[in-house]
């Protein structure tokens, strides 16, 4: 028969890390998820169309605990430019607007997403294939250790 013996003094400080872990574990979730949340942010700000530059500065993070980072804007013309669309006149027979100095009238304008990809979408794609594994396991590894 085997038998498996702990001193007090590393079992006392065996239970103090399996007590603190949870608590470790959400920070490190935390940490990531804000870290994660702010690359995206700033790889969406980088690759964002700029005219005036609110677009770029409308992009923000907001983290909820450990579970969800959000990362948006609440222009309206955002997910537009950001995945494409179509655009029709609603409340006239036409949209109006000056192109190089000349007004136009179309019936519907199609707006392809910025750089072909978007900026939004482009971010969290590349976070999601490998930058947010790297993030996370690095926090984590901090808080174990």
Known sequence: MMKFEIDKKVSAQFLRVMKEAP??????F???LRRCGDQMRNEAGAN??????????SITLRVEGVQRAIVGTNLV??????????ISAK???????????????????????????????????KLVEGDAEKIFTEEIKKAIS
């Open 91 to 125: 409340n006239a027979k036409y949209l109006t607007f000056k192109v190089g100095g000349k007004w136009v009238r179309v019936k519907r304008v199609r707006i392809k997403p910025v750089n072909g990809k978007g900026y939004l979408t482009p971010a969290f794609n």
């Open 48 to 57: 964002a169309p700029y005219k005036t530059g609110n677009l770029k500065r």
């Open 30 to 32: 935390e940490i990531g």
């Open 23 to 28: 608590l470790k574990a959400k920070k490190a």
């Open 77 to 86: 013309y955002a997910r537009i430019h950001d995945q494409g669309g179509e």
